[in-house]
């Protein structure tokens, strides 16, 4: 009778046990779920994470680097939702967008001197991050290299050359400028070549509900000077550029662990743009 007793103790004790077990995977696979629900709804609908491919907008952002984007900035629009399954950033990827019949403004229009990322008008599968520069109705245009907006030369003040040995092209002295917009907002340009093919411009009339957009890398950058970008509709954006959260060195590898550690731009975590 004692044997059947302990026996069955035992075996209620296992039972106790496996329960208890099961419990807590069951917890962790919900803390997982919430989290990925947390993270799905953070990016959807308030900040989504992009990385950087391209050179033009040096200096302010290098190839490599990963930011947030506000969503929340400028108001929900036809491409504010796409639901890719990139999580941690993206170059250019668009699937299955939301169509709203224009913008649903719940806060700011874009301003002049955000960093802001929008699709291509052209092209809309690709996302492009350039600085607003002209407004609604605003003149834009390039002369020598100097952007003149409504006629008026905005200020352009010679600082240190700019040199990047990681980024080809940039290994040499650049000559680099600080440039103020006329609502004060100031931020660094590169002028590569002083007779670049769009440093003299016909004058660009922008439309109403639409924004001049420029890359601070002035000679490398596609950007509302072509016809391919053009002036870009509010209903384009996608939100503006408000922190970098993470960069590496463009050309570090992932099988290489060895050098993450120096491939790893550790002064540019949470800057701000």
């Known amino acids: 009778m004692a044997k059947t007793h302990k026996k069955d103790h035992m075996m209620a004790a296992a039972q106790d046990t496996r329960r208890k077990s099961e419990d807590g995977l069951w917890e962790t696979v919900k803390v997982i779920i919430q989290a990925l629900l947390i993270a799905f709804v953070v990016r959807t609908f308030f900040y989504q994470p ?38 941690f950033g993206k170059e250019i990827i668009d699937c299955c967008p939301i169509d709203f019949p224009g913008r649903v403004v ?11 990322v929008f699709k291509l008008p052209s092209d809309t599968r690709i996302d492009y991050i350039k600085r607003v520069i002209g407004l609604p109705g605003d003149r834009i245009q390039m002369r020598d290299g100097v952007l003149f907006i409504n006629g008026e030369a905005v200020k352009k003040e010679r600082v240190e050359d700019y040199t990047d040995p990681s980024e080809p092209g940039l290994g040499t002295p650049v000559p680099q400028y600080v440039e103020t917009l006329p609502n004060g907002v100031s931020y660094r340009v590169l002028d590569t070549d002083a007779m670049g093919d769009a440093d003299d411009t016909e004058e660009y009339v922008v439309p109403p509900g639409h924004y001049f957009m420029m890359g601070d890398n002035r000679d490398n950058s596609q950007d509302s000077r072509y016809p391919r970008v053009g002036n870009v509709p509010i209903e384009n954006f996608v939100g503006r550029a408000d922190i970098i959260f993470f960069s590496v060195s463009p050309d570090a590898s992932l099988l290489e662990v060895w050098g993450w550690p120096f491939a790893i731009r550790w002064n540019r975590f949470f800057n701000l743009i």
């Open 106 to 116: 719940l806060a700011e229009d874009p301003k002049r001197g955000d960093v802001a």
């Open 50 to 87: 992009f990385n950087i491919p391209s050179a033009s907008m040096y200096p302010t952002l290098k190839v490599g680097d990963y930011l947030f984007v506000s969503k929340l900035s400028y108001g929900y629009g036809r491409y504010s939702f796409d639901f890719s399954l990139g999580m």
